[in-house]
């Protein structure tokens, strides 16, 4: 069958339509068709994607863009997952902030293609001309004679038609919009709410047995010895079983597992196990030894990224600094958790997993079958943060399942997932700036060391370092005259990956914390100072940035006097292709203790498709930030993560939680990211704030006032 045919086949109207750049497809080398929609008999409208839903809301956002131009009745609209088909799918990856912005124009159209199929559908019925039908809710009507036709009436003959071009087919003007840029209700809520919504942890299949890990609690330590009698003794246990370290793609730590009839015999029967470990050779490495190193390589000249202009021979003052960010855990609300059975001939899994297909090819590649023998059903996220990118828990699933022949569900404890992570790298950076006799900065530069992501993950000759370290400290929007970026990464064994917002978490704290001093030191108020330096730039980026450093400032009412052992702070950064300002206000309490008391938040975004979506990726970004700069650290001793519950790696809790303000920027600009955009800069906002309210610095993280 033709894809024509299977796409006019049966009673419903079917449009496939891709995301991303016909460029991109073809560099790929994949099937254009990678999202689905349906219309059946009774009207209903689903949406097939291929995003994984980690609490962002895509379930929300994205079928709120095709039902705006498919001019459908919103209570008609579902949401389906997509299956793991690479060759139909395309890259299935939810990360990057960009599930919204990648996928705009594309369902823009498909929706716009679906609603040209009904009205020619009905035109052709009536034998009436196309102009005087109209799509509205649904439905198609023929104005004079108050005809109407739903559009579960007109699937059928619709399908039969040709599918419009996409790429010329007429858009809705925005004008028009009356679901994007409102409140609707949404899909899944009533799913989440009833508890009927399926997580990773809520997955069941017939036979399905319960697996524990017991992993070297050193990285890259194996096992020595150990002696399954005990645990095999215990109820309940049915198997005992190591597994080996699969590096290649997944940086599993290996170790033995226990599988039983349940979590808890598992867990339990995990504690007998008397394993000796041999230790490795990252068992020297610890967090003291990590910070030497990061002085040693910060004192000495790194490879320059970017060099602009020339350094000024004479400076009237000069700024310099140390800032330290520590490695920080992802510690999502579910921990990591996946359920696999390996047949002879396939192999299924059920995951909350931010990239299936990834999960697919290792999960085949451990399996020993063909990648289209392996179907990986993706499940909601009980949080994602970056963390559910890897394929480390789902791979464990499918070895233990391999090994036992039954469908195997394995299960992380906190433990296990705070002291197994990847974590956000740790960083050190060496500041210096200079200030003409106006007080103008002249010159900047930041020599910036981390443990580097890609170096954990690329082979040792496709090495970049940098690559993924440096961004928003690349871009010189304050355009300072003499700007220079210098990078080393410093040597470790501690495993990494991207944490929410990657290298903007770390780099916006620099980049807003040093910028602020360097305005203190030209004795000038720092929204001023930055207004000032932002509006001198004749660039979109730093108009924006300015736009939403006005509108925040505005709204917190900057300026206005604060009573003693009070502070006012502000920070602005673009990432993600968005721009977000947010200004924060904190008490010093008379026994020292900080309190953060209110946020005002200012962002442009483009569009915004879901604003409540938005203003709760905002205080979410929020939440996520202040956490990791309040409290986030994870230390390492004798080559292993000390850190291993709430208890030592805390939480915001909601009694800490200070007032939120969002202000979205109406916009005509096609939308950008806002998953990950509010973490970078809420730590610096929080930090300048602390200035404000001592006069003292904080330049490393997390915040210690004592």
């Given at each position: ?99 919204v912005a990648s996928t705009w124009l594309p369902l823009r159209r498909a929706g716009a293609a679906a609603r040209e199929m009904l009205v020619s559908a009905a035109a052709e019925k009536w034998d009436v001309g196309r102009e005087t039908c109209v799509a509205r809710n649904g439905e198609v009507t023929h104005g004079p004679a108050k005809w109407r036709l739903t559009y579960g009436e007109l699937a059928a003959a619709a399908s039969k038609l040709p599918i419009p071009n996409l790429e010329t087919v007429p858009l809705k003007n925005p004008d028009e919009f009356h679901i994007i ?526």
């Amino acid at each position: 069958m033709k894809r024509r045919e299977f796409l006019q086949s049966g009673a419903a109207l079917v449009i496939g339509f891709r995301f991303g750049s016909a460029q991109t497809q073809q560099k790929q080398r994949i099937n254009p068709f990678n999202a689905w929609v349906k219309i059946d008999e009774q009207g209903f409208v689903t949406l097939t994607v291929a995003r994984s839903e980690i609490g962002q809301g895509v379930r929300g956002s994205l079928p709120m863009i095709l039902a705006e131009e498919l001019e459908v009745d919103w209570k008609k609209i579902k949401v389906e997952q997509a299956s793991t088909l690479p060759d139909v799918y395309g890259e299935q990856d939810t990360g990057g902030s960009g599930s919204v912005a990648s996928t705009w124009l594309p369902l823009r159209r498909a929706g716009a293609a679906a609603r040209e199929m009904l009205v020619s559908a009905a035109a052709e019925k009536w034998d009436v001309g196309r102009e005087t039908c109209v799509a509205r809710n649904g439905e198609v009507t023929h104005g004079p004679a108050k005809w109407r036709l739903t559009y579960g009436e007109l699937a059928a003959a619709a399908s039969k038609l040709p599918i419009p071009n996409l790429e010329t087919v007429p858009l809705k003007n925005p004008d028009e919009f009356h679901i994007i840029g409102s409140a609707v209700p949404k899909p899944d809520v009533p799913l989440k709410v009833g508890g009927r919504a399926v997580y990773g942890m809520d997955v069941k299949v017939p036979g399905m047995l319960y697996a524990v890990v017991a992993r070297c609690p050193t990285f890259s330590g194996k096992v020595k010895s150990f002696n399954a009698d005990k645990a095999m003794a215990m109820p309940g246990v049915r198997h005992v079983v190591e597994i080996e370290p699969v590096v290649q793609g997944a940086h599993t730590a290996g170790g033995i597992a226990v599988v039983a009839d349940t979590t808890w015999a598992a867990l339990e029967a995990r504690k007998a196990l008397e394993i000796e470990w041999d230790l490795g050779p990252a068992a020297h490495e610890s967090t003291e030894v990590l910070w030497q190193q990061f002085r040693e390589l910060a004192d000495k000249p790194g490879k320059v990224i970017k060099n602009e202009g020339e350094a000024p021979p004479n400076v009237a003052k000069t700024v310099e600094a140390i800032y330290e960010t520590p490695f920080l855990a992802h510690a999502t609300m579910e921990p990591m958790n996946c359920t696999a059975h390996v047949r002879e001939n396939s192999a299924e899994i059920w995951a909350p997993t931010q990239s299936p297909d990834w999960n697919r090819d290792l999960v085949a590649r451990v399996a020993g079958l063909p990648p289209e023998s392996v179907n990986v059903h993706t499940t909601l996220s009980g949080g994602g943060f970056g963390r559910r990118y890897q394929s480390d828990f789902a791979v464990e699933a499918t070895q233990i399942s391999k090994a036992t022949g039954k469908p195997i569900k394995v299960v992380w404890t906190r433990e296990d997932d705070m002291q197994h992570d990847f974590y956000r790298q740790a960083t050190y950076h060496k500041m210096t700036g200079a200030l003409d006799a106006n007080g103008k900065p002249v010159s900047w530069n930041h020599r910036s060391v981390t443990t580097s992501i890609r170096v954990f993950w690329d082979p040792p000759d496709k090495v970049r370092p940098e690559r993924q370290e440096l961004g928003v400290a690349q871009e010189n929007l304050y355009g300072i005259p003499h700007f220079q970026l210098e990078y080393a990464p410093a040597a470790s064994y501690v495993p990494r990956a991207w944490w929410r917002s990657v290298s903007a978490s770390f780099n916006g704290y620099i980049v807003e914390g040093f910028i602020d001093e360097m305005a203190a030191a030209a004795g000038a108020d720092p929204v001023a100072f930055r207004t000032a330096l932002l509006a001198s730039q004749k660039n979109k980026d730093a108009s924006r940035l300015l736009g939403v450093l006005r509108l925040a400032a505005t709204k917190a009412n900057w300026g206005e006097k604060l009573p003693a052992g009070r502070g006012r702070g502000v920070a602005c950064v673009a990432s993600f292709d968005s721009y977000i300002a947010q200004v924060a206000d904190v008490t010093i309490r008379p026994d020292g203790n900080l309190r953060v008391d209110r946020v005002v938040c200012a962002i442009d975004c483009g569009r915004a498709v879901d604003p409540d979506g938005v203003r709760a990726q905002m205080e979410g970004g929020i939440v996520y930030g202040l956490t990791a700069a309040l409290y986030g650290e994870i230390t390492i001793e004798n080559g292993a993560v000390k850190e291993s519950n709430f208890d030592g790696y805390p939480m915001l809790r909601i009694k800490d939680m200070p007032r939120v303000e969002v202000h979205i920027v109406p916009s005509t600009e096609d939308p950008t990211g806002t998953g990950e955009p509010a973490v970078p800069v809420i730590a610096p906002a929080v930090c300048n704030a602390i200035y404000g309210a001592t006069g003292k610095r904080v330049r490393r993280l997390p915040i210690r006032l004592a």
